[in-house]
Nanobody
Framework: QVQLVESGGGSVQPGGSLRLSCAAS????????MGWYRQASGKQRELVAT??????NYADSVKGRFTISMDNAKNTVYLQMNSLEPADTAVYYC????????????WGQGTQVTVSS
């Protein structure tokens, strides 16, 4: 069992930056993939970024602005968010996937990010 706890959310003006952290209760070094999703009010949850074996992928809407990274020693995943836009306002969720044939997915509780002037 892995528990994920996100932190670092808050309110920021357009053009600002935030760094989200996702601390895992157990080791994440064996995770198949770690990622960040977000869900804006009234919209479906969408993928933001993933990291797997050092390979990263990003939604087109955040490419060039967001960076996902992992620190296995700290069992923590980060999402550095720069040049934030009002459209980035959402609850951000961390996820960890273990296994390939029968994957198990863990979710954090989410952290609110609000971008507004």
């Amino acid at each position: 069992q892995v528990q994920l706890v996100e932190s670092g959310g808050g309110s920021v003006q357009p053009g600002g930056s935030l760094r989200l952290s996702c601390a895992a209760s157990g080791t994440i070094s064996g995770a198949t993939r770690m990622g960040w999703y977000r869900q804006a009010s009234g919209k479906q949850r969408e993928l933001v970024a993933t990291i797997s074996g050092g390979t990263t992928n990003y939604a087109d809407s955040v490419k060039g602005r967001f960076t996902i990274s992992m620190d296995n020693a700290k069992n923590t995943v980060y999402l550095q968010m720069n040049s934030l836009e009002p459209a980035d306002t959402a609850v951000y969720y961390c996820t960890a996937i273990f296994g390939i044939i029968t994957p198990t997915t863990y979710w954090g509780q989410g952290t609110q990010v609000t971008v507004s002037s």
